[in-house]
């Protein structure tokens, strides 16, 4: 069974940065998809960022410029840097894991892994 633990939280001020670290009890490197979703009160869980095995990553709009991700499959942990914060991205942010398995005749199965959340806050 593999566990994601989230780390790195926390309050600043607008203009300010953090950087959340995920750490993965099991290899990354089995991981086809690892990234990042957030959840801020009132609102559904939307995407922030996704970094694919093939090194590929996708970014949200509204952080696009300002967030970076990152994997190390040596350290089994993938990252977040968030940089000129706003009070709009205050919210719960989730780590997120998919494994995809080619079963049978060339079917695939899915399985996907969160962490349980670490709390961002900007204040103005």
């Known amino acids: 069974q593999v566990q994601l633990v989230e780390s790195g939280g926390g309050l600043v001020q607008a203009g300010g940065s953090l950087r959340l670290s995920c750490a993965a009890s099991?290899?990354?490197?089995?991981?086809?998809?690892m990234g990042w979703y957030r959840q801020a009160p009132g609102k559904q869980r939307e995407l922030v960022a996704t970094?694919?095995?093939?090194?590929?990553?996708v970014y949200a709009d509204s952080v696009k410029g300002r967030f970076a991700i990152s994997r190390d499959n040596g350290q089994n942990t993938v990252y977040l840097q968030m940089n000129s914060l706003i009070p709009e991205d205050t919210a719960v942010y989730y780590c997120?894991?998919?494994?995809?398995?080619?079963?049978?005749?060339?079917?695939?199965?899915?399985?996907?892994?969160w962490g349980q959340g670490t709390q961002v806050t900007v204040s103005s």
């Open positions: 997120y894991a998919k494994r995809s398995v080619v079963v049978g005749m060339g079917s695939i199965s899915n399985t996907e892994y």
């Open positions: 099991g290899s990354i490197a089995s991981m086809n998809i």
């Open positions: 970094y694919s095995s093939a090194r590929h990553r």
